[in-house]
């Protein structure tokens, strides 16, 4: 199994910067690891994303604004938000994915919510 342990969320003015982090722990190993949001009523996107050579892709809604990053060693993603718009409020869950079986495995952390007031 592998579990998700995301941090960081939290309340923020428009212009202000949040940083999130999501440890992996368990058993199984992870290759590409990413940042999902879901506001309310609304289909969960894609934010960013780093495979294990650290290829990175970034929704345009946030390039130039967000940045993924990635510790092997601790086994740990981040994201870094900088200059923070109210549409940028959502659940933001981190996301794993295991290429070590047969068919490509997804993981989900429980999600932690940002807000971004006016």
């Known amino acids: 199994q592998v579990q998700l342990a995301e941090s960081g969320g939290g309340l923020v003015q428009t212009g202000g910067s949040l940083r999130l982090s999501c440890a992996a722990s368990g058993s199984i190993s992870i290759n590409d690891m990413g940042w999902y949001r879901q506001a309310p009523g609304k289909q969960r996107e894609l934010v960013a994303a780093?495979?294990?050579?650290?290829?990175?892709n970034y929704a345009d809604s946030v390039k130039g604004r967000f940045t993924i990053s990635r510790d092997n060693a601790k086994n740990t993603v981040y994201l870094q938000m900088n200059s923070l718009k109210p549409e940028d409020t959502a659940v933001y869950y981190c996301?794993?994915?295991?290429?070590?079986?047969?068919?490509?495995?997804?993981?989900w952390g429980p999600g932690t919510q940002v807000t971004v007031s006016s």
């Open positions: 996301n794993a994915v295991s290429y070590r079986g047969v068919v490509p495995v997804n993981y």
């Open positions: 780093i495979g294990s050579g650290n290829i990175i």
